[in-house]
């Protein structure tokens, strides 16, 4: 985490730098995802998950943002009931780390923007058993530090105070649970 945040922190300083402190616009943001999962073996879970992620940014001139993030997903479960016996599965995930966007204006309101980022995922196996006999139970994390690339567009609302935006991130977490992550949310953003 001190690794993360130390090299979003001096990104930020060296964009600020170049770009000036008069075009310096830091926000706040929440994103919501519908986020598809490719499982490193054959599972019976579903691989969609829900995420909501809470965000700090900057956008630093007209073209360029840096923004730092936490997420965390919904719990994927399956229930295995056989007469006395039953077995609880689970699996979620989050995720913290920054991105760099690159911001290339369509029009007046309308922002085409890409993005890299790096991030720590940090994923939960989570298994109970339940039988006359005995209980067991586990708990399995797996933690990757993985890259982030993205694309999509942001609206500016009038006032140039809030803005939301459409966004695909591709998420290479190569974990033992999961090998990617492609992550599609909606997004608001309000700038101080």
Do not use: C, W
């Amino acid at each position: 985490m001190k690794k993360i945040l130390s090299l979003f922190v001096g990104v930020m300083l060296v964009v600020v730098g170049t770009a000036g402190a008069s075009n310096f616009k830091p926000y706040i943001g929440v994103d919501a995802g519908l986020n598809i999962a490719d499982f490193t073996t054959r599972l019976d879970f579903d691989d969609r998950f829900y995420s909501a992620t809470i965000n700090a940014g900057a956008r630093i001139g007209r073209g360029f943002g840096v923004e730092f993030f936490f997420t965390h997903s919904s719990s994927n479960e399956l229930d295995y009931i056989i007469v006395a016996e039953a077995l609880n599965h689970e699996i979620y995930y989050m995720g913290y780390g920054f991105d760099v966007f690159g911001y290339y204006n369509m029009s007046q309101d309308f922002d085409f923007f890409t993005s890299f980022g790096v991030a720590n995922y940090r994923m939960y196996n989570k298994f109970e058993y339940v039988s006359p006999y005995q209980d067991l139970s586990s708990t399995q994390s797996d933690n990757n530090i993985a890259t982030r690339f993205g694309i999509g567009v942001m609206y500016s609302f009038p006032g140039d105070s809030a803005s939301g935006l459409i966004q695909y991130q591709y998420v290479p977490v190569n974990s033992e649970i999961i090998n990617v992550i492609s992550e599609f949310s909606i997004g608001f953003r309000y700038y101080f």
